[in-house]
């Protein structure tokens, strides 16, 4: 059974940081266009960022650029996001979900993706 699952998520302070985690079980990552997206209480589901199969490629939301990196372990087979300089706006529910190598296009943007996790709580509070 393939199955993707995220952690790190948390309760932080404005400015902090998190690190999510997004492991596979059931499959190897290496042959998969990664993405990382978020929904916040009312609002609408909207992509983060995205990572090429390689590791080579990397998109992020306008939202979270210089701020959010994304990376990938092939020998731990998991995905991860680095979030900085955390506001209170990125509070939302974080999910990691899987598609085909060959579709990077657009992989921040485009929510079609083949696996997706349960998601991880990141709240940002003082």
């Known amino acids: 059974q393939l199955q993707l699952v995220e952690s790190g998520g948390g309760l932080v302070q404005p400015g902090g940081s998190l690190r999510l985690s997004c492991a596979a079980s059931?499959?190897?990552?290496?042959?998969?266009?990664i993405g990382w997206f978020r929904q916040a209480p009312g609002k609408e589901r909207e992509g983060v960022s995205c990572i090429s199969s390689n590791g080579i490629f990397k998109d992020h939301a306008d939202s979270v650029k210089g701020r959010f990196t994304i990376s990938r372990d092939k020998a731990k087979n998991t995905v991860y996001l680095q979030m900085n300089s955390l506001k209170p706006e990125d509070t939302a529910v974080y999910y990691c979900?899987?598609?085909?190598?060959?579709?990077?296009?657009?992989?921040?943007?485009?929510?079609?993706?083949?696996?997706w996790g349960q998601g991880t709580q990141v709240t940002v509070s003082s």
């Open positions: 059931g499959f190897t990552l290496d042959s998969y266009v």
């Open positions: 979900a899987a598609r085909s190598f060959r579709l990077f296009g657009k992989c921040v943007s485009d929510q079609n993706y083949a696996y």
